[in-house]
């Protein structure tokens, strides 16, 4: 997929070309991701709330077993008990906080579109958004995931491997949280949801990988290359200034 050009100053289009290199170095390398790994919007919105704190084959466990049990269609997972959708998504952890969180969203979605996915993504998207975080149990990171890979809206997974990647690589400060560091992301590329979909299953994949939380391969990383040097002050002047430019689009 070809990278569109960034809709942003051209005083500022230097981290526009850097994402730009992230992005393609990473797709030489490691190729399309195809994600998400799922057949139907439904699939998508269940796993994004199954993968909270788990790991995807945990997670992906659970919706075999939702299959299995014949609750992945939205009239039969509304009728479902209790009882039933929690034996079901167990293999997935938290089961209990998880259904009550499946059981909130499909009462929401009754209430905001008449029960239809159809319906709910087309809705204005930042609406959508804005309801979704209203939902117990849906937080921003789940919400974008639901946006994202379900209703194709452009929205940035900002999750903590592009957090850790972007932080080493002197992009944004190392506590930077999920709504600065999207924020950056959302000014510095084209609201392509193609573009958004990849991008974060590359740094997703590269996280995994190379730069762990605890012992990070840095030598091996196909990122290295843009590692700034370790003895001088390139990241924290980056840090400041790209984070300022943030706040700066945020006042206007």
């Known amino acids: 997929m070809q990278l569109a050009a960034a809709r942003v100053d051209p005083a500022q289009s230097g981290t526009a070309r850097t994402l730009r290199q992230y992005y393609d170095t990473l797709l030489d390398h490691l190729g399309p991701q195809g994600w998400w790994p799922a057949p139907t919007r439904l699939e998508v919105i269940l796993g994004a709330v199954l993968v909270q704190n788990t790991s995807w084959n945990n997670a992906a466990l659970a ?10 269609k939205l009239s039969c997972l509304q009728r479902a008990s209790p009882a039933r959708l929690e034996a079901c998504i167990r293999p997935a952890g938290f089961y209990r906080q998880k259904a009550a969180a499946i059981r909130s969203f499909l009462d929401w979605l009754e209430r905001f579109s008449d029960g ?21 149990g849906l937080g921003p990171e789940t919400v974008d995931a639901i946006l994202l890979y379900a209703g194709r809206q452009p929205f940035f997974v900002a999750d903590a491997y592009t957090r850790r990647i972007l932080s080493r690589h002197g992009l944004v400060p190392p506590a930077a949280g999920y709504a600065e560091v999207q924020e950056f992301l959302h000014r510095y590329l084209p609201p392509d949801p193609s573009l958004f979909n990849e991008f974060h299953a590359l740094l997703v994949e590269a996280g995994k990988r190379f730069c762990k939380r605890r012992e990070p391969n840095c030598g091996a990383c196909l990122l290295a290359a ?27």
């Open 116 to 136: 239809s996915l159809a319906r709910l993504f087309a809705r204005p998207a930042v609406e959508v958004r804005r309801e979704l975080l209203r939902v117990k």
């Open 63 to 72: 919706l075999k077993r939702l299959r299995e049990a014949g609750l992945l």
């Open 226 to 252: 843009f590692l700034p040097p370790a003895d001088s002050d390139e990241a924290d002047s980056n840090r400041s200034g790209e984070l300022a430019a943030v706040a700066t689009a945020q006042m206007e």
